[in-house]
């Protein structure tokens, strides 16, 4: 059974920043494609940023320059460390991952993932 386990949410005021992890199993970072989900309460989830085997990364435009998508070095994780955190921002954020499409398709929505976290609540106040 593939365990995504986020981690690193919490509360912060607005401009401050924060880290997300996301671990699990060794073969799911090296053949799939990873990323970042989020829902705000009442709204669609929507994609934040993805990252791809070779480690090109993809952001949503509402978050481009602020947010960075990386993979640990030589750990089963991938973080999204958030910078600039604005009240809009708030949401619960997942981690999930896709076989088969790249990042840029991860982000748009528009397949199934394969897997995903149980999530993690992130709320900025202003």
């Known amino acids: 059974q593939v365990h995504l386990v986020e981690s690193g949410g919490g509360s912060v005021q607005a401009g401050g920043s924060l880290r997300l992890s996301c671990a699990g199993s060794s073969w799911l970072y090296s053949d799939y494609v990873m990323g970042w989900f989020r829902q705000a309460p009442g709204k669609e989830r929507e994609g934040v940023a993805s990252?791809?085997?070779?480690?090109?990364?993809y952001y949503a435009d509402s978050v481009k320059g602020r947010f960075t998508i990386s993979k640990g070095n030589g750990k089963n994780t991938v973080n999204l460390q958030m910078d600039s955190l604005k009240s809009e921002d708030t949401a619960t954020y997942y981690c999930?991952?896709?076989?088969?499409?790249?990042?840029?398709?991860?982000?748009?929505?528009?397949?199934?993932?394969?897997?995903w976290g149980e999530g993690t609540l992130v709320t900025i106040s202003s």
């Open positions: 990252i791809d085997n070779d480690g090109t990364a």
């Open positions: 999930a991952a896709v076989l088969g499409i790249s990042g840029a398709e991860m982000l748009r929505g528009s397949f199934s993932m394969d897997y």
